[in-house]
């Protein structure tokens, strides 16, 4: 679950009015074509940026900025109070149901005499933006637990990146931040594909998410495969028709909560009370115990989303022109080249990942692999290229035949520039010049005498 930056923007003043040109550009950089779910702080100025130029998009609280501020709204006697911050977490993470946030909350404001808390009053009021009982049913894939996850971005660019630099340094740090973060992704997509994780249990729906699914996503559905095996139980079948409506006991939950799971017989699919899937996109363990019971040895197309697939950056991404968003074609020709490289690179990293669990394989593979390599010898033709070819591939534009340089106007070509002058000069500029030809002596205490004198021990008159 690796964070993906799109872009940025520079902003002088935090108004409406700011947040307005910063959205309209980023839709305008999105092929305009505007995202589902957006997650802010409580700004103002921002959510009334998005209902004007976003319309249709989501917009959620994040948890991180509400729940910090809990120390700050409560009374000093509660504020080392593990108790009531275990309760809190609880009525606001456990609930599914608004009814049931609501009968938490009124208990917990109950409990600890914070009925007339201003400020608990307006996040009960505002409750339906940040509580996520109250949109169970939209896709965030978890990213509403907390808005950590920009905090995080922000602390890690922070690391490259300071006050009081100059544009160019501050782009070059920039880059070199992203580079890092796009390095540390690799290296995480390098792991999920060339190595294997423990399975836990001898079911083959574990083993099919352990090679479709990323390290990380795989050991969230893993967890819910053990659930699955140790903690949950069909209580009770009912038959509607085409729908198989079963009762499903939790003994991890704390109050061992039976959930519903409703399966579609015609098309094997199922959707649980507790909402996992619809929330987070992972399979839960109610669902699974249920497939578990129907003879269902793997996990249904619908329920492997393709961003958690190990393999969904390989595909080609298209622009609406049709071409590949992360190269630059200069004809159509060498647009059709890439794509074919594309797919051999795909088909060879497959073979590279299915030969290497036996030496047996490897070996045949670097046999075809020196035969196809002598045929295409024979068969294709080397063509070499210039120099300037090669420049103009890589930067995807060819060089001009004729360079007009005009002289530059209003230019005083008399003596040098000033240079431009940074904060230490403005430091010596506030200190005061001394005056030459004048020493100002300071008393201080001589190692013989021991007084505060104007001499030390070497003109000391009472040395021996």
Request: proline share 3%; aromatic share 8%.
């Amino acid at each position: 679950m690796q964070s993906v930056f799109l872009g940025g923007g520079f902003l002088l003043h935090e108004a409406t009015e700011d947040y307005i040109w910063l959205f309209e550009a980023f839709l305008k950089s999105m092929g305009g074509i505007a995202p589902g779910v957006i997650i802010t702080d409580e700004s103002g100025s921002m959510r009334n940026a998005i209902e004007a130029i976003l319309p249709n998009t989501v917009h959620r609280l994040g948890m991180w900025h509400i729940m910090r501020k809990v120390p700050e709204k409560i009374p000093l006697e509660l504020r080392t109070n593990e108790y009531f911050y275990k309760r809190l977490n609880f009525c606001v993470w456990n609930s599914e149901t608004p009814a049931e946030f609501e009968e938490n909350w009124k208990n917990v404001t109950l409990r600890f005499d914070l009925e007339t808390n201003k400020w608990f009053e307006k996040c009960y009021h505002i409750r339906g933006s940040w509580v996520p009982a109250y949109f169970m049913d939209i896709p965030l894939a978890g990213i509403l637990r907390t808005t950590s996850r920009s905090e995080s971005e922000n602390s890690f660019f922070k690391n490259f990146i300071r006050r009081k630099l100059a544009f160019v340094e501050f782009w070059l740090r920039f880059d070199t931040a992203l580079n890092c973060q796009r390095q540390e992704e690799l290296v995480a997509d390098h792991t999920s594909l060339h190595t294997t994780p423990r399975l836990m249990t001898c079911w083959e729906i574990e083993r099919q998410g352990s090679l479709i699914f990323t390290h990380e996503v795989f050991d969230l559905f893993q967890s819910e495969v053990l659930a699955a095996r140790e903690h949950c139980d069909v209580q009770d079948t009912k038959d509607v028709g085409s729908l198989k409506i079963m009762s499903v006991s939790d003994q991890s939950h704390p109050k061992n909560k039976v959930r519903v799971v409703r399966l579609q017989t015609t098309t094997m699919i199922t959707k649980c009370s507790c909402m996992l899937f619809e929330s987070k996109g992972i399979v839960c363990r109610h669902v699974i115990r249920v497939l578990r019971g129907a003879k269902i040895n793997e996990l249904p197309n619908f329920y492997v989303l393709k961003r958690w697939e190990k393999m969904c950056k390989r595909d080609i991404v298209y622009d609406g022109d049709g071409n590949p968003l992360e190269d630059n074609p200069i004809d159509c020709i060498d647009m059709d080249t890439r794509r074919k490289i594309s797919v051999a690179r795909n088909k060879l990293e497959d073979l590279i990942r299915h030969a290497k669990n036996s030496s047996g394989g490897l070996d045949l593979l670097n046999s075809g692999l020196c035969d196809l390599e002598s045929t295409i010898s024979q068969s294709a033709l080397d063509v070499a290229r210039t120099s300037q070819e090669e420049q103009e591939s890589f930067v995807g534009s060819s060089f001009p035949t004729q360079v007009d340089i005009l002289t530059p106007t209003n230019i005083d070509a008399r003596g040098t520039c000033s240079r431009i002058k940074g904060h230490r000069d403005k430091e010596n500029k506030a200190q005061p010049k001394k005056k030459l030809g004048v020493t100002v002596r300071v008393p201080r205490i001589c190692g013989t005498c021991k007084e505060l004198v104007l001499h030390d021990s070497r003109k000391c008159q009472n040395k021996k």
